[in-house]
């Protein structure tokens, strides 16, 4: 099925060091939302975006809801070792409520 | 409060069993889904439950069966799977069928065919 593009698609952080991915893609949505998932648990929400230009904090966490409604970007300041998993973007592109799913961003630590 | 239960957490079976899957929220949502994912992918929408009703099958063989008995419950009827299904199956819930409304994901069961 479709996927947004996501990248990069894995990345090694330092603790300490700022993390940033991007979702993009060809169509308009009006919903993204960011997902970060643990090695054999589901998906969990951590920001939610409604608006073009919007721009959301969440602790350490920054998502915008790019001006064009064709992308979206999430920051993490600061990371620490917990900051290790799989982030998903995903979008809601029509009001029947189905996802589009970015490829995923790996984030690992760095040995 | 946002939790999606999902029992079992692992699930093993040979070919010609039968299984179950079960998910339940409580939280009032009326809208409940079921995902399929693989190994480093994104999870695969299968079903969409609207209000207790299939709204949406996205071709998914039939050796799948849901089930949506009440509000909060939603379960995968499992029979004849193939070595292939192996994955994570993962249970969803938003508070309408409609509109741009996050979705809540359950911890998933891992289910392995044998």
């Known amino acids: 099925g479709q996927q947004l593009n996501q990248s990069p698609q894995s990345m090694f952080i330092q603790e300490g060091e700022d993390v940033s991915m991007n979702c993009t893609s060809s169509?308009?949505?009006?919903?993204w939302l960011w997902y970060k998932q643990d090695p054999g648990e589901g998906p969990v929400l951590l920001i939610a975006?409604?608006?073009?230009?919007e721009l959301t904090s969440n602790g350490r966490l920054t998502a915008q809801f790019g001006i064009t409604r064709k992308d979206s970007f999430l920051n993490i300041s600061a990371s620490i070792p917990s900051d290790v998993g799989i982030y998903f973007c995903a979008g809601l592109y029509n009001a029947g409520n189905m996802l589009t799913f970015g490829g995923g961003t790996r984030i690992m630590v760095k040995p | 409060d946002t939790e999606v239960t999902q029992t079992p957490k692992h699930l093993v079976m040979g070919m010609t069993n039968k299984k179950s899957l079960k998910c339940e929220q409580h939280?009032?949502?009326?809208?409940m889904y079921w995902y399929k994912q693989k190994a480093k992918k994104p999870p695969e929408l299968m079903f969409v439950y609207s209000y207790e009703k299939l709204s949406i099958n996205e071709s998914v063989p039939s050796r799948f069966s849901p089930e949506c008995p009440n509000s909060s419950l939603l379960n995968l009827h499992l029979h004849a799977l193939q070595p292939e299904d192996s994955a994570l199956y993962l249970c969803a819930s938003s508070q309408h069928p409609t509109g741009f409304q996050e979705q809540y994901f359950g911890p998933g069961t891992r289910l392995t065919v044998t």
């Open positions: 169509s308009i949505f009006n919903t």
């Open positions: 975006l409604y608006k073009a230009g």
């Open positions: 939280m009032g949502h009326r809208a």
